[in-house]
Every structure is written in C-alpha cells, then in structure tokens.
C-alpha cells in the first residue's frame, strides 16, 4: 500500500498559471520534504515542515510556496510557473530530522505550456 | 556546504558486479546512504552507512570509509531490473537542519 501518495501523476499548466502540487502520507511521519528533480538530475531540496515549523531552502524561488494544514497532507504551491519549473516534484517524509531517511511518493511530473 | 561526486554512467552484463563509488566533502557528517530510482519512478532507500565499514543486505553492499570521505555501493549478481540511477546522498548539519543532499546519480545500464 502506498504510504507518500501524489496526486496527480501528471500536471499540466499553462506558463504563469497557478498550479498546486498534493501530498498525502498515512505513515505519521513528523517532516514532509518537498523535491524538485530535473532530468538526469539529483532531486533538489525546496523547503521541508518539521511537524508545522516551515524550513525553505535559500536558493528556493519565491514563487514556490508550501503549506501544511495537518500531519498527513502537504501541498506546493507554484504561484506563477516558468518554463523552467517543469520538473518532476516528489513528496517524502521521514520520522524525524535527525534519523529518517526519507520515503518518497511516486512524484508529480509537471509540464509548463 | 556539501558536494558528492559519483559517475554519471555505468554499464555491465547480467551476473556482473558493479561498483558505484561516491566521494564527498560536507561541512558535518551524519552518514552516506543509497537510493535506487527507476526511470519515472520515486528514489527508494537501499542502505545507509553511518560507521566505517561493509552492510550488506541481500545482492547489495555499502561500504564507507570517512577518513577518506569516500563510500561505494557494491551491486553483485547484476539483473536486467538492476537497471536504474543510484544515488549517494549525505546528511550533514549544515544552517539547515540536517540537510539530506543528493549526487547527480549514476546511471546503470544492465544488458543481457
């Protein structure tokens, strides 16, 4: 059963449009991450929730924003997407900080048109 | 600031063993630890080195010597669904918290 669920699979959005990324996880983790990963690239850490204290990353776009209504769901928001914000965006979690390693959801693969 | 080096590509035979090396250099270090991702899918966890010295679990060994700053991923018996990238990643406290940062991964082509 899946434990990070991404929905959906595959976005498509127009250049400059909107776009919220969700995540789900049933696994009671405390952090949520959230990744970009580029082709043939290593996935990039955006921000990460540490239960609701919000931690972005210092080279993160301000167009890229987060929020975490509860435990188990996460969401990125991507205020004005850029050609250059198609990406695969995947979802992890992990028991804590410290110790966790991250399990990742499938990923959401988002085109810009 | 944290930096991992691992070659971008690898390719072997069915039943071959291959070895990805990763070397780093991290301001702290909490250990080196391995992902699998297939291509489209999510990076899966195989297995994390804190101390010195060879884990291995099951067809899959990691090795880490972090007075060289220097880990390998040891994969034997190689099957054609071993084909896949691997990253090394390293957790070390940088300003943010225990940062887990990834290499740019090795591509491994497994042929019949």
């Known amino acids: 059963d899946a434990m990070v669920i991404q929905n959906p699979r595959y976005q498509v959005t127009q250049f400059g449009k909107p776009v919220t990324l969700s995540c789900s996880q049933t696994l009671n983790h405390n952090v949520m991450y959230w990744y970009q990963q580029k082709s043939s690239q290593a996935p990039k850490l955006l921000f990460h929730?540490?239960?609701?204290?919000?931690?972005n990353e210092a080279d993160t776009p301000d167009n890229f924003q987060s929020r975490r209504p509860n435990t188990s769901f996460c969401f990125l928001d991507i205020r004005s997407p850029g050609l250059g914000d198609a990406a695969m965006y995947l979802c992890?979690?992990?028991?804590?900080?410290?110790?966790?390693?991250?399990?990742f959801g499938d990923g959401t693969r988002l085109s810009i048109l | 600031g944290q930096s991992l080096e691992q070659p971008s590509e690898v390719t072997a035979v069915e039943g071959a063993i291959v070895q990805i090396n990763c070397t780093y250099q991290t301001s702290g270090f909490y250990g080196l630890s391995w992902y699998q991702q297939h291509d489209g899918g999510a990076p899966t966890f195989l297995s994390y080195n804190g101390l010195d010295g060879l884990e291995e679990t099951g067809r899959f060994s990691s090795f880490l010597s972090r007075s060289d700053s220097y880990g390998y991923l040891l994969l034997q018996e190689l099957q054609m669904k071993d084909s896949a990238s691997y990253f090394c990643a390293v957790r070390d406290q940088g300003s943010n918290d225990y940062k887990l940062s990834f290499g740019a991964g090795t591509t491994v082509t497994v042929r019949a």
């Open positions: 929730y540490y239960d609701k204290d919000f931690n």
């Open positions: 992890a979690t992990s028991r804590d900080i410290e110790l966790g390693f991250p399990h």
